[in-house]
């Protein structure tokens, strides 16, 4: 069994169902097993839909028993949802204490897409607090654990989705990205974790951090398996005003197409990344090697390319996001969610439930999201950081003028331990340093394991960022399966968890 | 300052008055949601996740309401920008679900227009944005209430120069905008539903002063009467304080329309910062030539050129022309009627009298498209029989409410009240007195014919004399030689 769901691609499992050799409630308890034997030890889940996924299980195999659901290749296949993607009747916490018992009356456009498609929703997945954070340690829960060293982070803020599919609690799973929140986890477990371009996928139903930087994005254990689901959820919403009617293609059979004719594209790999101070020498090496290795093993022309005004990336960030959180958390007032602090004046009950109900980080990014905005800086900072976006675009679109992708390490380090940067909030926020240029232009990007440092006798993963043009995830998809084929470390999980 | 001055008169100072309203858009929807924009009485029952704001959920605007922006603009003369956005106005109240509304702020949709009132003096407008209402609070002794049921809603929020000099101008500016925006259709202008909310700016200045005296705002009135005596009020109180040497403060005041004076509602207004920015859910706000041209649709001729219409073409009082210039269904309704018939004025005044009568009593409502080609149609009949002398004005009138009344055929509720002509009666007369004097008759063929002069004095007698003596003759001889 175990075998059948580590190294078949996803839509075989699914065919395996649509053929009835396997029943979709075989599939939901092979995965809700893994989940009871594993996730005490990672602390993924803030809540398994058991009962919900049983009943899921039965509706999908009736379904699929009437002819239905054929042209899907996610029927039958349970997927995690990181808990900040509204689900109806399930309890969305945002791993926040003021969202504790918010029971959403409506599902998000993704989740939606999935139970058409005949997904199974199996769990809500831990992450940092509104996802603000880069290693799952501001959930007001609990953190949540590296399956390949349990003293490291997942990386974050996505770190419950990244880590359950490492461990192969599922095979699928959703995290959003705001800068870097897919792709850092994803690289830090050693899988693949796929930003789409914003507005590919409907954020409708995604809870907000900061909306002109937040996307939605798949992670799985193959690059097939995050073209597959991106398949189903991407695509034109009429709820998302920034979701426009750009066609979806079938990602996979356009990656085969390129596959057989060996189609040769040009890649970037952005020298201000791989030689930056402070990435790590091992780091550098895997992506190197597996750069020059495209070259030699694919025939891609490799060319060093810039990208100046990514010195500014963080700075730019750290005055966008946290400006439109501030005004995207506001509604966390005491009067709709969350225990409100009784008190007998209005303004005094707001300050105190915001105070005890919100984390340390997001009252750092509401301050500074508040001040950045005030009259009198709003020039100085949001608006100056509005026409740098503009500038590092320019750069972005420069480089597409001579390559195809642009590749690079996504992060600058191994996974850190836990407790190792949490008080250090500016150490932490350089930890995406890799990751937010491409988020503040919207382009697409996707995290794909290049290859295993060993430290202290346990593997530790690499991952690789591959960037394209916007709505070109076909290009980005089939340079990452082309890295997968080179490193070899597709469909890996640690040894303990076999 | 020339305040504490012994000798001055009230009508050394001069009023400088500006305002700014909200107007509810006639939509279908809500501004964002497809929530109905017009919401029943219960609280909160009209209400989605998008317009209560829940995490996860995103705007889409309302084209419609866009349109009925733009509408609104042109009718005002302004600017409109091909491109402006929306922006997150940032500020908590339990009423405002997200704590921030979507509201226009750096770039309007549309700016630098103006509204000319009778006078002929124009009122110049600053700019007009769209933004979405925020819900009611409702106080109990010792709870609050939230009602989100019009959160949501569309508005356009109108900002004046301050151009008005006075309570009276202050109160023509409004009923003509209040007229146009309802004639147009951008708004249903109902007052009492407060789809027109207007806050004034109020403040005084010695007569030719260039500089303009401390303001203070009227917030929270809701007819165009209490505003007009609000600013009447305020206005001798401001002078009334300078008179004594004192000095304005600057605050919001409310007016008790029945003590008819502003109160202090909040002093040392709490400096705000909306801390606004670009709303990063929705698209920048463009105006196309799609739009425009939905817009101008909506744009007829205006109360005051269909009033002088009125009164040029149709030749009808300039009384008549006022009223039936109210509202456009009326006014079309007469126009259309008017064309058909030969005197226009005897139309209007049985539309103002009859036709109205009959429409607020509830017996028929012309605004209805069925029962108006039905009414205009009888209406059509009526007038003509009564431009014929057929029947009478006070039977037009019987006639008609009859026929709407109890569904009777119009032709058949005119005719039972015929008026006789002056010919049937003379032949009705002939025939009587020839059927009363049979021997006479006899003698008269036998060949007596001076007994005609007989026959014509009985006649005459029988018509009062109202008859020609000649016709009447004539009218005999014919009959007798039957
Ligand atoms: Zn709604």
Same mark, same amino acid.
Not at chain 1, 86 to 99: D, P, V
Not at chain 2, 83 to 110: C, G, H, M, T, V
């Given at each position: 069994m175990?075998?059948?769901f580590?190294?078949?691609?996803?839509?075989?499992?699914?065919?395996?169902?649509?053929?009835?050799?396997?029943?979709?409630?075989e599939?939901?308890?092979?995965?809700?097993?893994?989940i009871?034997?594993?996730?005490?030890?990672?602390n993924?889940?803030l809540?398994?839909?058991?009962?919900e996924?049983?009943?899921?299980?039965?509706?999908?195999?009736?379904?699929?028993?009437? *002819?239905?659901?054929?042209n899907s290749?996610?029927?039958?296949?349970?997927?995690?949802?990181?808990?900040?993607?509204?689900?109806?009747k399930?309890?969305?916490?945002?791993?926040?204490?003021?969202?504790?018992?918010?029971?959403?009356?409506?599902?998000?456009?993704v989740?939606?897409?999935?139970?058409?498609?005949g997904?199974?929703?199996?769990g809500?997945?831990?992450?940092?607090?509104?996802a603000?954070?880069?290693?799952?340690?501001?959930?007001?829960?609990?953190?949540?654990?590296?399956?390949?060293d349990?003293?490291r982070?997942p990386?974050?803020?996505?770190? *419950?989705?990244?880590?359950?599919?490492?461990?192969?609690?599922?095979?699928?799973?959703?995290?959003s990205?705001?800068?870097?929140?897919?792709?850092?986890?994803a690289?830090?477990c050693g899988?693949?974790?796929?930003?789409?371009?914003?507005?590919?996928?409907?954020?409708?139903?995604?809870?907000?951090?900061?909306?002109?930087?937040?996307?939605i994005?798949?992670?799985?254990?193959?690059?097939?398996?995050?073209?597959?689901?991106?398949?189903?959820?991407?695509?034109?919403?009429e709820l998302?005003?920034?979701?426009?009617?750009?066609?979806?293609?079938?990602?996979?059979?356009?990656?085969?197409?390129?596959?057989?004719?060996?189609?040769?594209?040009?890649?970037?790999?952005i020298?201000?990344?791989?030689e930056?101070? *402070?990435?790590?020498?091992?780091?550098?090496?895997?992506?190197?090697?597996?750069?020059?290795?495209?070259?030699?093993e694919?025939?891609?022309?490799?060319e060093?390319?810039?990208?100046?005004?990514?010195?500014?990336?963080?700075?730019?960030?750290?005055?966008?996001?946290?400006?439109?959180?501030?005004?995207?958390?506001?509604?966390?007032?005491?009067?709709?969610?969350g225990?409100?602090?009784?008190?007998?004046?209005?303004?005094?009950?707001?300050?105190?439930?915001?105070?005890?109900?919100?984390g340390?980080?997001?009252k750092?990014?509401?301050?500074?999201?508040? @001040?950045?905005?005030?009259? *009198?800086?709003y020039?100085?900072?949001?608006?100056?950081a509005?026409?740098a976006?503009?500038?590092?675009?320019r750069?972005?679109?420069?480089?597409?003028?001579?390559v195809?992708? =642009?590749?690079?390490?996504?992060?600058?380090e191994?996974?850190?331990?836990?407790?190792e940067?949490?008080?250090?909030p500016l150490?932490?926020?350089?930890?995406?340093?890799?990751?937010?240029?491409s988020?503040?232009?919207?382009?697409?990007?996707?995290?794909?394991?290049?290859?295993?440092?060993?430290?202290?006798g346990?593997?530790?993963?690499?991952?690789?960022?591959?960037?394209?043009?916007?709505?070109d995830?076909?290009?980005?998809?089939?340079?990452?399966?082309?890295v997968?084929?080179?490193?070899?470390?597709?469909?890996?999980?640690?040894?303990?968890?076999? | 300052?020339?305040?504490?001055?012994?000798?001055?008169?009230d009508?050394?100072?001069?009023?400088?008055?500006?305002?700014e309203?909200?107007?509810?858009?006639?939509?279908?929807?809500k501004?964002?949601?497809?929530?109905?924009r017009?919401?029943?009485?219960?609280?909160?029952s009209?209400?989605?996740?998008?317009?209560?704001?829940?995490p996860g959920v995103?705007?889409?605007?309302?084209?419609?309401a866009?349109v009925?922006?733009?509408?609104?603009?042109?009718?005002?003369?302004?600017?409109?920008?091909?491109?402006?956005? @929306?922006?997150?106005?940032?500020?908590?109240?339990?009423?405002?679900?997200?704590?921030?509304q979507?509201?226009?702020?750096?770039?309007?949709?549309?700016?630098?227009?103006?509204?000319?009132?009778?006078?002929?003096?124009?009122?110049?407008?600053?700019?007009?944005h769209i933004?979405?209402?925020a819900?009611?609070?409702?106080?109990?002794?010792?709870?609050?209430?939230v009602d989100?049921?019009?959160s949501?809603?569309?508005?356009?929020?109108?900002?004046?120069?301050p151009?008005?000099?006075?309570?009276e101008?202050?109160?023509?500016?409004?009923?003509?905008?209040?007229?146009?925006? =309802?004639?147009?259709?951008?708004?249903?202008?109902?007052m009492?539903?407060?789809?027109?909310?207007c806050?004034?700016n109020v403040?005084v200045k010695?007569?030719?002063?260039?500089?303009l005296?401390?303001?203070?705002e009227?917030k929270?009135?809701?007819?165009?009467?209490?505003?007009?005596?609000?600013?009447?009020?305020?206005?001798?109180?401001?002078?009334?304080?300078i008179?004594?040497?004192?000095?304005?403060?600057q605050?919001?005041?409310?007016?008790?329309?029945?003590?008819?004076?502003?109160f202090?509602?909040?002093?040392?207004?709490?400096?705000?910062?909306?801390?606004?920015?670009p709303?990063?859910?929705?698209?920048?706000?463009?105006?196309?030539?799609?739009?425009?041209?939905?817009a101008?649709?909506?744009i007829?001729?205006?109360p005051e050129?269909?009033?002088?219409?009125?009164?040029?073409?149709?030749k009808?009082s300039e009384?008549?022309?006022?009223?039936?210039?109210?509202?456009?269904?009326?006014?079309?309704?007469?126009?259309?009627?008017a064309?058909?018939?030969?005197?226009?004025n005897?139309?209007?005044?049985?539309?103002l009298?009859?036709v109205?009568?009959c429409h607020?009593?509830?017996?028929?409502?012309?605004?209805?498209?069925?029962?108006?080609?039905k009414?205009?149609?009888?209406?059509?009949?009526?007038?003509?029989?009564?431009?014929?002398?057929?029947?009478?004005?006070?039977?037009?009138?019987?006639?008609?409410?009859?026929?709407i009344?109890?569904?009777?055929?119009?032709?058949?509720?005119?005719?039972?009240r015929?008026v006789?002509?002056?010919?049937?009666?003379?032949?009705?007369?002939?025939?009587?007195v020839?059927?009363?004097?049979?021997?006479?008759?006899?003698?008269?063929?036998?060949?007596?014919?001076?007994?005609l002069?007989?026959?014509?004095?009985?006649?005459?007698?029988?018509?009062?004399?109202?008859?020609?003596?000649k016709?009447?003759?004539?009218?005999?001889?014919?009959?007798?030689?039957?």
């Amino acid at each position: 069994m175990l075998e059948i769901f580590l190294k078949k691609r996803v839509y075989e499992i699914s065919h395996l169902v649509k053929k009835k050799e396997l029943s979709v409630k075989e599939v939901v308890e092979f995965f809700l097993d893994r989940i009871k034997k594993i996730d005490s030890k990672l602390n993924a889940f803030l809540y398994v839909c058991e009962k919900e996924a049983i009943l899921q299980a039965e509706e999908i195999q009736k379904k699929i028993n009437s *002819g239905e659901l054929q042209n899907s290749k996610i029927a039958g296949i349970p997927i995690a949802i990181k808990d900040n993607i509204a689900t109806y009747k399930i309890r969305t916490t945002c791993g926040s204490k003021i969202l504790e018992n918010w029971i959403p009356p409506y599902d998000a456009t993704v989740i939606k897409r999935i139970k058409e498609a005949g997904g199974i929703i199996i769990g809500k997945t831990n992450l940092d607090e509104f996802a603000m954070g880069s290693s799952t340690e501001n959930s007001a829960f609990f953190p949540t654990k590296n399956p390949w060293d349990l003293d490291r982070v997942p990386g974050g803020s996505s770190g *419950g989705s990244a880590s359950a599919v490492a461990s192969l609690m599922v095979r699928l799973s959703l995290g959003s990205d705001t800068g870097g929140s897919i792709r850092q986890p994803a690289g830090f477990c050693g899988i693949v974790g796929l930003c789409p371009t914003y507005g590919r996928v409907s954020r409708f139903g995604l809870v907000a951090f900061a909306s002109s930087l937040d996307r939605i994005g798949p992670f799985a254990l193959y690059v097939d398996d995050v073209a597959d689901i991106l398949y189903h959820i991407a695509g034109y919403d009429e709820l998302d005003s920034t979701c426009p009617d750009v066609p979806v293609p079938d990602y996979s059979k356009e990656i085969s197409v390129l596959e057989e004719k060996n189609h040769k594209v040009k890649v970037g790999v952005i020298k201000d990344f791989v030689e930056a101070e *402070g990435v790590d020498k091992r780091v550098k090496d895997v992506i190197v090697s597996v750069a020059n290795r495209l070259g030699r093993e694919f025939g891609f022309e490799l060319e060093y390319v810039s990208l100046p005004t990514s010195k500014y990336a963080v700075p730019i960030y750290y005055i966008i996001a946290p400006a439109e959180a501030s005004s995207n958390l506001a509604r966390y007032d005491g009067v709709k969610y969350g225990v409100r602090e009784d008190s007998q004046e209005l303004s005094e009950m707001y300050v105190r439930t915001r105070t005890n109900r919100f984390g340390d980080e997001v009252k750092r990014r509401i301050f500074i999201g508040t @001040f950045v905005l005030s009259s *009198g800086y709003y020039d100085a900072y949001y608006l100056k950081a509005q026409k740098a976006i503009t500038l590092l675009r320019r750069d972005f679109d420069e480089i597409f003028r001579k390559v195809d992708v =642009v590749i690079c390490p996504t992060s600058p380090e191994l996974p850190f331990k836990l407790g190792e940067k949490s008080q250090d909030p500016l150490k932490m926020y350089l930890s995406d340093v890799f990751t937010i240029p491409s988020s503040l232009a919207g382009l697409p990007a996707i995290s794909v394991p290049a290859g295993f440092v060993e430290e202290n006798g346990k593997p530790l993963p690499v991952g690789l960022q591959i960037i394209g043009k916007q709505f070109d995830e076909v290009s980005v998809l089939y340079v990452a399966k082309c890295v997968e084929k080179i490193s070899g470390c597709a469909g890996k999980i640690p040894q303990d968890l076999i | 300052m020339t305040g504490g001055s012994v000798g001055v008169q009230d009508s050394d100072y001069e009023l400088v008055c500006g305002l700014e309203i909200h107007i509810q858009l006639k939509t279908k929807t809500k501004l964002f949601c497809s929530c109905p924009r017009d919401s029943g009485g219960i609280p909160n029952s009209n209400i989605c996740p998008i317009c209560v704001g829940l995490p996860g959920v995103l705007p889409v605007l309302n084209k419609n309401a866009l349109v009925l922006a733009v509408r609104a603009s042109l009718l005002l003369n302004m600017q409109i920008n091909k491109k402006s956005y @929306f922006e997150r106005k940032n500020y908590f109240y339990p009423d405002l679900p997200k704590n921030y509304q979507i509201s226009q702020y750096r770039i309007p949709l549309a700016q630098n227009g103006y509204l000319e009132i009778n006078s002929g003096k124009k009122i110049r407008i600053q700019r007009l944005h769209i933004e979405e209402d925020a819900g009611k609070m409702i106080h109990l002794e010792n709870m609050s209430l939230v009602d989100f049921s019009r959160s949501g809603v569309p508005l356009v929020e109108i900002v004046t120069y301050p151009d008005i000099s006075s309570p009276e101008e202050a109160y023509e500016f409004l009923t003509k905008l209040h007229k146009i925006m =309802v004639w147009c259709d951008v708004s249903e202008g109902n007052m009492e539903e407060g789809h027109l909310r207007c806050d004034v700016n109020v403040s005084v200045k010695p007569k030719n002063s260039p500089t303009l005296g401390t303001k203070v705002e009227i917030k929270n009135v809701n007819s165009f009467r209490f505003i007009r005596e609000a600013i009447e009020y305020e206005m001798k109180r401001q002078i009334g304080i300078i008179k004594d040497g004192g000095k304005i403060v600057q605050e919001t005041r409310g007016y008790d329309p029945i003590a008819k004076k502003t109160f202090q509602m909040r002093t040392k207004e709490y400096a705000h910062d909306y801390r606004y920015f670009p709303e990063p859910d929705l698209l920048p706000i463009v105006v196309d030539d799609e739009i425009i041209e939905a817009a101008r649709k909506g744009i007829y001729e205006l109360p005051e050129e269909k009033k002088k219409k009125m009164i040029e073409k149709y030749k009808i009082s300039e009384y008549s022309a006022d009223v039936l210039s109210s509202e456009r269904w009326l006014a079309e309704f007469f126009e259309e009627l008017a064309d058909k018939v030969e005197n226009p004025n005897l139309l209007a005044s049985f539309i103002l009298e009859e036709v109205m009568r009959c429409h607020n009593e509830g017996l028929i409502n012309i605004k209805n498209s069925e029962d108006r080609e039905k009414v205009k149609k009888y209406v059509y009949e009526v007038i003509k029989a009564q431009e014929k002398g057929v029947i009478t004005r006070n039977s037009a009138k019987e006639a008609f409410r009859e026929a709407i009344s109890q569904n009777i055929d119009i032709a058949e509720s005119i005719g039972k009240r015929k008026v006789e002509s002056e010919e049937d009666k003379i032949i009705k007369a002939i025939e009587d007195v020839i059927r009363e004097n049979p021997k006479e008759v006899e003698r008269f063929k036998k060949g007596e014919k001076k007994l005609l002069g007989f026959f014509i004095g009985e006649v005459m007698k029988k018509i009062d004399k109202k008859g020609a003596p000649k016709v009447v003759k004539e009218m005999l001889e014919k009959k007798l030689q039957e």
